[in-house]
Each structure stands twice: as C-alpha cells, then as structure tokens.
C-alpha cells in the first residue's frame, strides 16, 4: 500500500493559477505531503500573498513566479527560473483557467473566445511543450502532468461553449501527451472537477441555469477534497497513470444531464 504522506519530499511541482481557488487548494495539499511548489499566475500581488498563506499554513517551501500562461515568452521564462531555482521539475499542474458570462453562443465576442481559448487551451499546450522538454533532458529523466479538465470536458451547461470547447479539446491534449511522453516515462491525466467551492461556483447556492431552462440551486464540495485526489494521482509511481478521474459533487445534476 502506498503511504502518500511525505510522498512529495524532495520532488517539485509547478501549480498554474496555483494562487487561488482550485489551485490554491491543490498546492496546499501537495505541501502537505512534502512537495516543494512553485505557484503561477498573473498577478504577483495574488501569488505573493497566497505564498505567504500557503508557507503560514503548511510549513512547507512554496515560490511565486508570474507568468501569463497564453504567452510563449513567458511560459519559457518560467520554466527557465524554475529549472534554474530546482534543477527540474517531477510534477506540472495544468489547472490556470477563465471562463466568460454565460451568454448565448452568438452573442460571445471574438475577443472573448481568444481570451479563454489562450488562457485554457493553449497556455495548458504551452506549458506542456515545457514541461515535456524539461522532464526528458533531467536525470532522473520522467514526471507527471495533471490537467484540471472540468466535468466541461464531457457534458456543457446551457450558454458555455467557449468553456466547454476548451475543456473537451484538454482531453484530446491529455491523451496525445500520455501517449508521447510514454517512451520517456512521462505520465499524464486529467482531474474532471464538479462544482468544488470557490469564488467561481459562488453562484451554485443561488441558482443556475439547467439543462431543461430551469434555474436550481445546486451541491458543492470543499475544494480540499480537490487537493486529496491530486495527492493521490501524483503520489503513484509512474508505472502507474490514473488517465481521468472525475471528483464532484454527489448530488450535482451531472448523471442525467441532457
């Protein structure tokens, strides 16, 4: 039996948007188990002061670095000062994301569309390219990445689809990237996350709309129980994938959506 505590000592994870929601959570929890964490995002008043919070907290060794992660530029800074800070990288969590209102398809801006499609999409992409150059040149050679793919990646809510487009197209990257880092013992799945708590399912407690045009409350989890699936997923050998994991509310309408 796998014992996840301590499972983390002396490996490194990179946590894209790693300073709130989701992403906080997951770092705090691979913290918790000995993973130095590297935290990424936009704003560095955000990052910094979750890094505080984070290191408070858990005890742990968390480093802040911004970066955009739809920026070529940028993405490639990033993995240069986290190679040049560690040496290497075992773990990359694809979870930075944002959606747009909630409004009919016609009616999203183009603007709108390359906003999310950058920040979802391409800069998971992005990170991934790094990622995989990183992790076949280090030695020991190999790691793990881990895509936050939404429930989205399988079944859309009613007026989402430049968020739900992304998020199918993370489970073709997934899939493509388990299957060309198999060679060199580079892992990759992907966490399909329903209605965890955060600021961006504040809304679920006053109603949201349904498939059939109804609006109705519904069930969230902690985002906590987010980080102890990760740990998990992260905490295996790499002779060992899980590919997809789908973590969400009980009781949230998912089964039978549609």
Same mark, same amino acid.
């Given at each position: 039996?796998?014992?996840?505590?301590?499972?983390?000592?002396?490996?490194?994870?990179?946590?894209?948007?790693?300073?709130?929601?989701?992403?906080?959570? /997951?770092?705090?929890?691979?913290?918790?188990?000995?993973?130095?964490?590297?935290?990424?995002?936009?704003?560095?008043?955000?990052?910094?002061?979750?890094?505080?919070?984070?290191?408070?907290?858990?005890?742990?060794?968390?480093?802040? /670095?911004?970066?955009?992660?739809?920026?070529?530029?940028?993405?490639?800074?990033?993995?240069? @000062?986290?190679?040049? %800070?560690?040496?290497?990288?075992?773990?990359?969590?694809?979870?930075?994301? /944002?959606?747009?209102?909630?409004?009919? $398809?016609?009616?999203?801006?183009?603007?709108?569309?390359?906003?999310?499609?950058?920040?979802?999409?391409?800069? %998971?992409?992005?990170?991934?390219?790094?990622?995989?150059?990183? $992790?076949?040149?280090?030695?020991?050679?190999?790691?793990?990445?881990?895509?936050?793919?939404?429930?989205?990646?399988?079944?859309?809510?009613?007026?989402?689809?430049?968020?739900?487009?992304?998020?199918?197209?993370?489970?073709?990257?997934?899939?493509?990237?388990?299957?060309?880092?198999?060679?060199?013992?580079? @892992?990759?799945?992907?966490?399909?996350?329903?209605?965890?708590?955060?600021?961006?399912?504040?809304?679920?407690?006053?109603?949201?709309?349904?498939?059939?045009?109804?609006? @109705?409350?519904?069930?969230?989890?902690?985002?906590?129980?987010?980080?102890? @699936?990760?740990?998990? $997923?992260?905490?295996?050998?790499?002779?060992?994938?899980?590919?997809?994991?789908?973590?969400?509310?009980?009781? $949230?309408?998912?089964?039978?959506?549609?």
């Amino acid at each position: 039996m796998t014992n996840y505590q301590d499972s983390g000592r002396g490996k490194i994870a990179l946590v894209t948007g790693g300073g709130t929601g989701v992403g906080k959570a /997951i770092s705090t929890a691979l913290l918790g188990v000995g993973w130095t964490v590297v935290i990424t995002g936009r704003r560095k008043d955000v990052l910094d002061e979750a890094a505080s919070a984070l290191a408070a907290e858990t005890k742990g060794t968390v480093k802040p /670095i911004v970066s955009d992660v739809s920026d070529p530029q940028s993405v490639a800074a990033l993995f240069e @000062a986290v190679k040049a %800070a560690y040496g290497r990288l075992d773990l990359l969590i694809n979870n930075a994301g /944002i959606n747009v209102p909630n409004v009919a $398809m016609e009616e999203v801006t183009f603007e709108q569309w390359n906003a999310i499609v950058g920040a979802n999409l391409t800069g %998971a992409f992005l990170c991934t390219q790094q990622a995989l150059k990183l $992790m076949k040149a280090q030695t020991p050679r190999g790691g793990r990445i881990i895509n936050n793919g939404s429930i989205s990646a399988t079944t859309p809510r009613p007026n989402s689809a430049p968020y739900t487009a992304t998020k199918h197209a993370i489970t073709g990257l997934t899939k493509s990237t388990a299957l060309d880092g198999r060679p060199f013992d580079i @892992a990759c799945g992907q966490i399909d996350i329903g209605n965890a708590t955060t600021e961006m399912t504040s809304k679920m407690a006053g109603g949201v709309l349904q498939a059939n045009g109804e609006t @109705a409350s519904e069930p969230t989890i902690p985002a906590h129980y987010i980080g102890d @699936a990760v740990v998990y $997923m992260a905490g295996l050998p790499l002779e060992a994938n899980v590919l997809s994991l789908t973590v969400m509310a009980t009781k $949230m309408p998912l089964v039978g959506r549609g």
